[in-house]
């Protein structure tokens, strides 16, 4: 009987402080987070669908390699997002898809983000109702990740382990998006191109016009920096033009050419900006140097890294004529200067029956304007040319200095005529007072990535205004006849179609599994039949608490 007693004592304790610890977690277990989640591009190109149409979720959160993903939201890190992952998911009807984004992009290993990049382009041609989402990777993510991951893993344990992790220690993760508004297509938004010239020497001067695109892309807008695509080739154009400002302003020293610089808009959905800046200066301006005799025109995309550099062009300029020239200069300039670096020309033709173009000298071709792209990339379909991942992490700055002085010497001589006057080909003309700056370079560079340039917010969101005038600014500095085109859709039968909701409020709740609740109702029902036990049975529970105290003191 004296053991019988002891045994209840240790059950009323037991359950008292099983009690008060579930209580505890259950305190802890109701606690919420929240963050903002940046969701998956969703746009209309010509009518044809991409992205994701879905915002709303409402899921228990999940690993990729959990079992069932139907109607739960996968959580994945970057070496999680595989092509074959995000099909699964779809396949198994998940709720949504959660990336988690590091914040050190330079600490992920190469081959990951390579991974991550061509996953990017494979998704963004996909049109699919699962929302995706990406967001910052901090300590409260990734506590979640591992526990999920740890959900998954117990999986493999004996069924026993699991009903016990799942009873009492699991712990389930709820995500909510806070908007449960529907999502609104945007026919108004409007692109900007800016221009300024440096006039040349003489009456009728042939015009060189250098151009780049400066928006970027990515899986996610507010997410899409776009440092070597294209920020690199916008921050060696405003090189450019300070130095050549600074051979213009003298008389003595100024080229008999028109140096027309463009800023276009629109780069990563077909080139829209410079489709709408041609029209109105070939269609509907009375005057424009673009009427006039153009001897080339150099666009500039993607050169911040890599030893290499190629021409892409979609007809192969013809001996004698200014592009064959310019060439010639270019391939002086490497092979005296910078052998190391490989130079190719890379033909392509035009197909007027493609809807799209791949690089934005095609969209002057389609106009008789000669041109070409100077680019370390060799294939306009690169991931690199839209992707998250495209930080500063991403860019050399001594390459992008390189380059900058490949363009510029290539330029000089082939507008000085320094060939023919004899001039050796080592000779360095832009140094000194004229030398291209590592600091400014990356000051620009540091400007341009400073915020997200994704065509639909530049001129929705208050940053990236005045991000566009400060890049007119800069032009001003430099350049006469500076102006911005601003150029609206056709609300009834607009080239691109955006869509709203695009950066999200979220939540994440901490909450036990339905287990857990009838494990501690459980409890809660023994810890109080064990009170009514002792209250009905006070005298004979301490007649026997009584014995066995003196007979311990005994």
């Known amino acids: 009987m004296n053991m019988r007693m002891r045994s209840v004592v240790a059950m009323v304790l037991f359950v008292l402080l099983t009690a008060q610890h579930l209580n505890a977690s259950a305190l802890s277990a109701i606690?919420?987070?929240?963050?903002?989640?940046?969701?998956?591009?969703?746009?209309?190109l010509q009518q044809d669908r991409h992205g994701c149409?879905?915002?709303?979720?409402?899921?228990?959160?999940?690993?990729?390699?959990?079992?069932?993903?139907?109607?739960?939201?996968?959580?994945?890190?970057?070496?999680?997002f595989t092509l074959q992952s995000y099909e699964e998911a779809q396949r198994q009807n998940a709720a949504a898809v959660l990336i988690l984004m590091p914040s050190n992009i330079s600490a992920v290993p190469h081959e990951v983000i390579q991974s991550f990049m061509e996953t990017e382009v494979e998704v963004l041609q996909k049109d699919t109702?699962?929302?995706?989402?990406?967001?910052?990777?901090?300590?409260?993510?990734?506590?979640?990740?591992?526990?999920?991951k740890l959900d998954t893993a117990t999986r493999a344990s004996s069924i026993l382990v699991r009903v016990v992790r799942s009873m009492v220690?699991?712990?389930?993760?709820?995500?909510?998006?806070?908007?449960?508004?529907?999502?609104?297509?945007?026919?108004?938004?409007?692109?900007?191109?800016?221009?300024?010239?440096?006039?040349?020497?003489?009456?009728?001067?042939?015009?060189?016009?250098?151009?780049?695109?400066?928006?970027?892309?990515?899986?996610?807008?507010?997410?899409?920096?776009?440092?070597?695509?294209?920020?690199?080739?916008?921050?060696?154009?405003?090189?450019?033009?300070r130095l050549f400002q600074k051979l213009y302003r003298d008389p003595r020293s100024r080229a008999p050419?028109?140096?027309?610089?463009?800023?276009?808009?629109?780069?990563?959905?077909?080139?829209?900006?410079?489709?709408?800046w041609l029209e109105e200066n070939m269609d509907h301006a009375e005057s424009s140097l673009l009427h006039d005799n153009v001897a080339f025109v150099l666009c500039l995309d993607t050169l911040a890294n890599g030893d290499e550099l190629y021409l892409h062009v979609s007809r192969p300029p013809k001996?004698?004529?200014?592009?064959?020239?310019?060439?010639?200069?270019?391939?002086?300039?490497?092979?005296?200067?910078?052998?190391?670096?490989?130079?190719?020309?890379?033909?392509?033709?035009?197909?007027?029956?493609?809807?799209?173009?791949?690089?934005?000298?095609?969209?002057?071709?389609?106009?008789?304007?000669?041109?070409?792209?100077?680019?370390?990339?060799?294939?306009?379909?690169?991931?690199?040319?839209?992707?998250?991942?495209?930080?500063?992490?991403?860019?050399?700055?001594?390459?992008?200095?390189?380059n900058a002085i490949i363009v510029a010497e290539s330029l000089a001589r082939f507008m000085y005529n320094l060939s023919d006057k004899g001039s050796p080909k080592e000779i360095q003309l832009f140094r000194g007072q004229l030398e291209v700056l590592d600091s400014r370079l990356t000051a620009l560079m540091s400007f341009l990535t400073s915020a997200p340039?994704?065509?639909?917010?530049?001129?929705?969101?208050?940053?990236?205004?005045?991000?566009?005038?400060?890049?007119?600014?800069?032009?001003?500095?430099?350049?006469l006849q500076v102006y911005r085109h601003s150029f609206k859709q056709d609300r009834r039968e607009p080239d691109i179609t955006f869509h709203d909701q695009m950066s999200q409020p979220m939540m994440m709740y901490?909450?036990?599994?339905?287990?857990?609740?009838?494990?501690?109702?459980?409890?809660?029902?023994?810890?109080?039949?064990?009170?009514?036990?002792?209250?009905?049975?006070?005298?004979?529970?301490?007649?026997?608490?009584?014995?066995?105290?003196?007979?311990?003191?005994?």
């Open 453 to 479: 340039r994704a065509t639909q917010l530049m001129d929705k969101e208050p940053t990236q205004n005045l991000m566009i005038s400060t890049l007119e600014h800069e032009l001003r500095q430099h350049l």
């Open 53 to 80: 149409r879905g915002a709303i979720v409402v899921a228990e959160a999940c690993s990729s390699d959990y079992p069932s993903l139907a109607r739960r939201c996968v959580i994945m890190k970057l070496p999680d």
């Open 319 to 402: 001996p004698g004529t200014p592009q064959h020239d310019f060439i010639y200069q270019l391939e002086q300039v490497i092979a005296s200067r910078f052998p190391w670096v490989k130079f190719d020309m890379i033909h392509k033709k035009i197909n007027l029956g493609e809807p799209t173009v791949a690089w934005e000298h095609e969209r002057y071709a389609v106009r008789r304007i000669p041109g070409f792209t100077l680019s370390h990339l060799d294939d306009p379909k690169s991931a690199l040319r839209g992707s998250i991942l495209d930080t500063m992490a991403q860019v050399d700055i001594r390459k992008l200095k390189r």
């Open 169 to 241: 220690t699991a712990t389930a993760f709820q995500i909510l998006s806070s908007n449960s508004n529907p999502i609104k297509p945007l026919t108004d938004n409007t692109i900007s191109t800016l221009e300024g010239v440096l006039p040349g020497l003489g009456e009728d001067p042939q015009a060189i016009v250098i151009t780049a695109h400066y928006d970027s892309f990515g899986l996610s807008p507010w997410l899409s920096y776009g440092a070597d695509s294209n920020g690199s080739g916008v921050a060696i154009l405003l090189e450019l033009a």
């Open 257 to 276: 050419y028109h140096l027309l610089f463009s800023l276009t808009g629109g780069g990563k959905y077909n080139f829209l900006g410079t489709k709408r």
């Open 129 to 148: 109702l699962m929302p995706l989402y990406v967001v910052a990777e901090d300590e409260q993510m990734l506590h979640m990740y591992e526990q999920v």
């Open 31 to 44: 606690s919420s987070y929240e963050f903002t989640g940046y969701r998956m591009q969703h746009y209309l």
């Open 510 to 554: 901490r909450v036990k599994p339905a287990a857990f609740d009838l494990f501690l109702g459980g409890c809660i029902a023994a810890y109080l039949g064990i009170i009514y036990y002792a209250i009905q049975n006070f005298g004979h529970v301490y007649g026997k608490l009584k014995t066995a105290v003196k007979s311990k003191h005994q």
